[in-house]
């Protein structure tokens, strides 16, 4: 039984045959334009006139041309031939990662550890292809990306408390808190600040409801100077809480990138070890990373590939 792209490929091959005839009105040199022998042209054209009830070509021993049919149905022709042709290069180049559009997910402090960078790089290396981006939390995302409304997510990653079923995943970049003060505070003074002299101080901390592991991983982290944590505000971002440290509310953790967005008021320190260290990872759906996306996780995960932390996809986090 022929099938329907097979039906398809004979009528283009019939377009193919009556143009090459139309345009060199001679058969003999049709057919050595189409590599093939005389006889088999000849054939298809008068079963293309069959097929279509009407004479397209006068020929005889002498000549050959196009009757007025012929004509209309060549500017056709060459018509169908130049959509299949444009659409063909419109598909090779989605394919090959050079045209089409991307819809990512991403979160605020991947955006700026990586994704700042990674989308200038994208842009000059992949300049056709369109990219929508949606700032969304981690768990939001990760719905839009299997209901297919995300190409790619760019999340917080909290290994092992996360359901990444289906999803595949690769790490773009890891960094480590730093504690952010007031100028002119005293722990300023320390070039790195002890993290039990930092969890006695008035806190400002994220929502727990905004990401629940990791707001006890941070209680945790601070309790172990024996001292319970006092978390005098909230705020559920980090450009918010560096304005309420600017303002003296008290004392936040923010991810070291911050240091690339200075906050006038505001003087950042590295702290000592304990707290989690924050993971940012790309997500995809299982086996559905187009080559354009793929290239956009590569320019993420750039810096990290380079150290060899995120050459290749985490199995399961």
Same mark, same amino acid.
């Given at each position: 039984?022929? /099938? ?10 019939? %377009? ?8 060199? *009105? ?6 050595? =334009?189409?590599?093939?022998? @005389? ?6 054209? #008068? ?6 009830? !009407? ?33 063909? =290069?419109?598909? +090779? ?33 992949? $300049? ?8 969304? $939390? ?10 297919? #409304? *995300? ?9 092992? +408390? ?11 970049? =890891? ?18 600040? $002890? ?12 929502? #727990?409801?905004?990401?629940?592991? %990791? ?7 601070? +309790? @172990? ?7 005098? @505000?909230?705020? $559920?971002?980090?450009?918010?809480? %560096? ?16 240091? /690339?967005?200075?906050? +006038? ?32 996780? /590569?320019?993420?995960?750039? /810096? ?10 985490? !199995?399961?986090?």
């Amino acid at each position: 039984m022929i /099938d329907i792209v097979q039906i398809l490929d004979m009528e283009l091959r019939h %377009l193919r045959y009556f143009v090459a005839v139309a345009e060199e *009105l001679h058969f003999g040199r049709a057919a050595a =334009r189409l590599h093939m022998a @005389q006889p088999p042209l000849s054939m298809q054209i #008068r079963a293309l006139e069959e097929e279509i009830g !009407a004479r397209l070509l006068a020929r005889n021993s002498r000549s050959v041309r196009l009757t007025p049919a012929g004509e209309a149905y060549l500017a056709e022709a060459r018509e169908v031939l130049a959509r299949v042709e444009a659409a063909g =290069r419109a598909a +090779r180049r989605i394919g090959q990662g050079e045209a089409g559009e991307i819809t990512a997910g991403y979160m605020n402090p991947v955006m700026d550890a990586v994704l700042c960078r990674a989308l200038a790089a994208f842009r000059q290396e992949r $300049p056709g292809v369109a990219l929508r981006l949606r700032e969304l $939390p981690t768990p939001a995302q990760l719905d839009e990306l299997r209901g297919g #409304r *995300l190409d790619v997510a760019f999340i917080r990653l909290v290994r092992g +408390r996360q359901d990444l079923r289906g999803l595949e995943i690769r790490l773009v970049a =890891r960094e480590p808190y730093v504690l952010a003060l007031p100028e002119g505070h005293p722990l300023a003074a320390h070039d790195v600040v $002890p993290l039990d002299e930092a969890a006695a101080e008035p806190l400002i901390l994220f929502p #727990r409801a905004a990401m629940p592991a %990791l707001h006890e991983a941070m209680l945790a982290a601070l +309790r @172990q100077g024996g001292a319970e944590p006092r978390i005098v @505000q909230e705020a $559920p971002g980090k450009h918010a809480s %560096l304005a309420l440290v600017a303002a003296g509310f008290g004392l936040c953790l923010v991810p070291a990138s911050a240091r /690339d967005w200075p906050r +006038r008021g505001v003087t950042l320190r590295p702290v000592t070890p304990g707290l989690p260290v924050v993971e940012m990872a790309a997500a995809w759906r299982e086996g559905e990373l187009a080559p354009a996306t793929r290239v956009l996780v /590569d320019l993420a995960a750039a /810096d990290l590939a380079a150290s060899g932390l995120a050459s290749s996809d985490l !199995a399961s986090a």
